[in-house]
């Protein structure tokens, strides 16, 4: 079954989102988390103040507005495996899939999550946004156990997951280009899906 297309006004609004997101890392590697402001990132993408303050709260928000956009389409992805799928099975597949749109190492993401590993305000409300996932997670295993399954396995499930998925990334971000980051996630997911599968 093909996806609805997004409609016009969605598909614009999520360009803009994009826009400000990519002119906020740009700058912020250029210049320095500390020395950017929200006017430079939107006079940047060519959009008004206001229009950046429709869209995100302040800098930090547009500059972790990637890790929230790639957390929600893996969080798709495992949503359309198929229902019978075991939990740990739709999860590793979903993170595959990911790999493939992603590219072997998008250099935005890489500038992101090095940028993130000076600044404890940005670590913090990546933190967030990865508990925020690890509940939806949670909910989308809880539906793939047996009837009866345990909340507390779904939760401990998603977030051994997600704890071996940033993982493979934090390795993956020392090595050198190249360095298959669908491989190191494999690998990590492999020895965590000993307890899990």
């Known amino acids: 079954m093909e996806p609805t297309p997004m409609p016009l006004r969605e598909r614009k609004k999520t360009a803009t989102r994009m826009a400000l997101h990519e002119a906020a890392l740009r700058l912020a590697v250029e210049h320095g988390l500390e020395r950017i402001t929200v006017e430079a990132i939107a006079d ?3 959009v008004s103040r206001r229009t950046f303050s429709n869209y995100f709260a302040g800098k930090e928000e547009a500059l972790l507005y990637g890790d929230h956009a790639r957390m929600r389409t893996f969080l798709a992805h495992v949503r359309d495996r198929p229902a019978g799928e075991p939990p740990w099975e739709a999860l590793t597949r979903a993170a595959e899939r990911l790999y493939l749109d992603l590219g072997e190492r998008d250099p935005r ?3 992101q999550s090095r ?3 000076g600044h404890p305000s940005l670590l913090e409300r990546q933190a967030a946004t990865y508990a925020a996932l690890e509940r939806d997670l949670a909910t989308a295993v809880a539906a793939r156990l047996p009837a009866g399954g345990s909340p507390l396995r779904a939760r401990v499930t998603a977030a051994a997951f997600l704890s071996a998925w940033r993982a493979a990334v934090q390795v993956w971000l020392d ?4 360095t298959s980051l669908a491989e190191l996630a494999r690998d990590a997911l492999g020895i965590a899906a000993d307890r899990f599968e």
Do not use: D, K, N, T
């Not at 090595?175 to 190249?178: D, E, K, L, S, Y």
């Open 44 to 46: 940047a993408a060519s």
């Open 109 to 111: 993401w890489v500038a």
């Open 115 to 117: 940028l993130l590993r």
């Open 175 to 178: 090595q050198p280009p190249g």
